[in-house]
Nanobody, 124 residues
Framework: VQLQASGGGLVQAGGSLRLSCAAS????????IAWFRQAPGKERQFVAA??????GTYYADSVKGRFTISRDKNTVSLRINILKPEDTAVYYC????????????????????WGQGTQVTVSS
């Protein structure tokens, strides 16, 4: 599946953003979808994921309470509230093939399709 991430931008600390990940050419059926982020000079890290059914979600401890992931048939959204300067990074959406509607992989190696990334910059 081809993924297209969008919605990034320059935001002041305390603001909000909604990132979107769209499927190109097909739906997200059969995939769990996750967001990862990579700050300059750092490794790519897991942020949040949603199961194939959309009923299951999983978040990194560092973003719980501020990030909300959701999905419909063709789009996965990541709502980010109370943005902090440490949220500055390139955000990538990724898809993992799953065999059940409730699986939520969180390991980066489980994700085999990646979008191009969208830059989020938070000013203090």
């Amino acid at each position: 599946v081809q993924l297209q991430a969008s919605g990034g931008g320059l935001v002041q600390a305390g603001g909000s953003l909604r990132l979107s990940c769209a499927a190109s050419g097909r739906t997200f059926n059969g995939y769990a979808i996750a967001w990862f982020r990579q700050a300059p000079g750092k490794e790519r890290q897991f942020v949040a994921a949603v199961s194939w059914s959309g009923s299951g979600t999983y978040y990194a401890d560092s973003v719980k309470g501020r990030f909300t992931i959701s999905r419909d048939k063709n789009t996965v959204s990541l709502r980010i509230n109370i943005l902090k300067p440490e949220d500055t990074a390139v955000y990538y959406c990724a898809a993992a093939t799953v065999s059940t509607t409730f699986e939520i992989p969180w390991y980066i190696g489980d994700y085999d399709s990646w979008g191009q990334g969208t830059q989020v910059t938070v000013s203090s």
